[in-house]
Every structure is written in C-alpha cells, then in structure tokens.
C-alpha cells in the first residue's frame, strides 16, 4: 500500500496527530522506529553532519544525531494507513530546522535538548502602530534572532486603521530598505489579511510580538473558528494537552501551519553569541572583516568599520544601538 505523507500536529503518549492529504489520522510508531528512538536517546545514534539551521545553531558541536531522539510536533512522516481513523509512521523525513527547550541563559545548545518544533521557517513579527506603541528596539531583536535561526521574518505592523505618528511609516521604510517583508494589517478593515494569508501558505509560521497588538486577532481573521478547531484537536487524543511539555501546530484552511506558543518560549531564549550577533544585522555585514581588529565587536575597539559607517549615516543609528544593547544582554 503506498504511503501518506504528513506533518505531525500535536503528540502525546506515543500517540500522534498526523495531517495528510487525506485528512488527520491518530498515528504511533512502528516498531523498529520506537527501537531507535530508544537507542538515539541513549546516545548511541548514528552520528552525522547537520545541515542548514541546525548547523547554524550547534556549529559549536560539530556533529549532530542525524536521527532526532524523539518524534517532535512539525516533522513530517511517511504513513501507513491502517484504517479510516488510524495510521502507523514508517519513516521520519530529515528535518530542515528545529526549536529546543534550553536553559534560560545558557549559550551552548544542548544537542540532546528536547525539541519543541521542527521545521519551523518563518515568523511573523507584529506590532501595532499604536495601542501600544511599537517598539522598535525589540523589533531589532526579533530579527536579529531570526537571521540567526535563519528564519524567514514578516514584519506585521497591525491596527493600521487606528491613527497612529508618522514617524511609524519613517521607520517601517527603513526596515523595507533593509529587505524586509513590512505587511500593513487591520483586523477591524480587513486590510493586508488576505497578503498575510498567502506569505503563510506553504509555510510553518510563529506570530509573536507583544501583547495587545493582535496576534490572536489576526489568527481569528486568518482563519474564523480556528479556536474552535483547535478545541477538537485536543479531544482527538482523548488526553489531556501537556502545554508545558508539547507544543502544537494548526494547519491553516488556505494552506500552511501556525506553531502555537511553544515555539514563542523557544525562539525568546534563543542565544546568539557575541561574535556572531553583529553577522544577524543584515546591513553590518558589507562592513565585516574590515575592521582593525579581527575580533572587533564594534563598540569601543579603534578603527572599527562598522562605528565609522554608523558616523557615515550608512548603517541607522538607532539600528546600532540595538546592536549594543543586545551585545550586553548577553554579555550577562
Ligand atoms: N483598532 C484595531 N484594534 C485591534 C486590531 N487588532 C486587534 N485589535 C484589538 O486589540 C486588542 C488586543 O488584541 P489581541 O488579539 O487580544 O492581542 P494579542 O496580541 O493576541 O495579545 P496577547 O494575547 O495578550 O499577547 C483587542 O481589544 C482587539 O480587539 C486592529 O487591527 N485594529
Ligand atoms: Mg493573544
Ligand atoms: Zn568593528
């Protein structure tokens, strides 16, 4: 019988909810998987290369288990169809990125850390141009995380039918000039919801942002009784939801998956070291490799090429200096 593939939605107890072409089907593993999962938790994993983002972040490590030790929500599976309800995973298709737990504060990842998403690609960034006031600075951070996670950002500036300053279109061009994708959403007018809507398809996306912005919002205009749904998914199982373990995805009508909060706590502890934060400010790297000093971290070292572009008008002010703050953050 030919296989289905599809992508894990939530998981619990060995039990897992895989989307397919042909709908959700409640999945467990077949044997020989579960026996090298087993193994792989041991640590007697065969041992490979990384490739892509989980290079980027475990470079430190050099090798990666190329078999994760566990199963996690965003995977996609090879299934075999047991019945109209039920289905058992064959194979797990190589993953393209992942989200651990970590400790809070440390720098390393812990290549054995539990992880809470696979396969994530892109984030949505919102703020909203008033009430509150967007706050630009950890706009900075958020992308200087992506470009680290080497995650695709769209900058989601909602409440754009509310009056807001003018110095918001000021900044939001800025961002545009740097390449970024800037989206101007309301959720009262329905403007930029059915843009937001096909920069999702395809994709496993995070919103995130602070709070009041919208987020939830935005979800409910994306997809109307999505809340509703999501209430199902959870019955599904017939367990209760482990939040603090689990996290989950929700597979959008139109095409594409939103990653629940999970995926927010994960991206939020992400650590960039110091020599390769400036490298996550897209518009500081013509500028790398020319300073005096080749650890050069840009903040107080003579001859720096990036401080000297800064006084040139050639790279923001106000960009550098979220720079600097992030760089002592983690100097912490
Ligand atoms: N005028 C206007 N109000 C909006 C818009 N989007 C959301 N709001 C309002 O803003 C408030 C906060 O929206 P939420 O969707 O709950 O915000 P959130 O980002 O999910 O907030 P947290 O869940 O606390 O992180 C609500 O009162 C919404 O009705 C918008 O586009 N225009
Ligand atoms: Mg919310
Ligand atoms: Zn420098």
Known sequence: MELLTGIVLSGAHGIYEVYTDQGKLRCTL?????????????????????????????????E?????????????????????????????????SELARRDVGSRESNPRAQTLLANLDQVVIVFATTQPEP??????????????????????????????????EETAALYQQLGYTVLWTSCETGQGIEQLR????????????????????????????MAVRTGMVSSATGKGRHTTTSSQLYPLSSGGWLADSAGIRAL????????????????????????FYS???????DNCAIRQA?????????????????LKEEER
């Open 30 to 62: 077949r044997g020989k998987l579960k026996k090298a999962f087993a193994e792989a938790a041991r640590g007697r994993s065969v041992r490979g290369k990384a490739t892509g983002p989980l290079a980027r972040q475990q470079r430190a490590e050099a």
């Open 64 to 96: 990666v288990a190329t078999l994760p030790s566990r199963l996690s929500v965003g995977d996609r599976v090879k299934v075999r169809r047991l019945d109209a309800e039920t289905g058992l995973i064959e194979e797990v298709l190589p993953r393209q």
């Open 135 to 168: 706050h630009f600075g950890m706009l900075d951070r958020y992308l200087a995380i992506c470009e680290h996670a080497e995650l695709h950002p769209i900058i989601c500036l909602n409440k754009v039918d509310l009056p807001h300053d003018k110095s918001v």
């Open 198 to 225: 096909e920069l999702l398809k395809g994709h496993i996306t995070l919103f995130t942002g602070p709070s009041g912005v919208g987020k939830s919002s935005l979800v409910n205009a994306l997809e109307p009784g």
């Open 268 to 291: 939020a502890a992400w650590n960039i070291p110091e020599e390769e934060l400036a490298s996550c400010f897209v518009e500081f790297r013509p500028y790398l490799g020319e300073c």
């Open 295 to 301: 650890d050069c971290l840009h903040v107080d070292e």
């Open 310 to 326: 800064v006084k040139d008008g050639l790279i923001n002010e106000r960009r550098y200096q979220s720079y600097v703050r992030m």
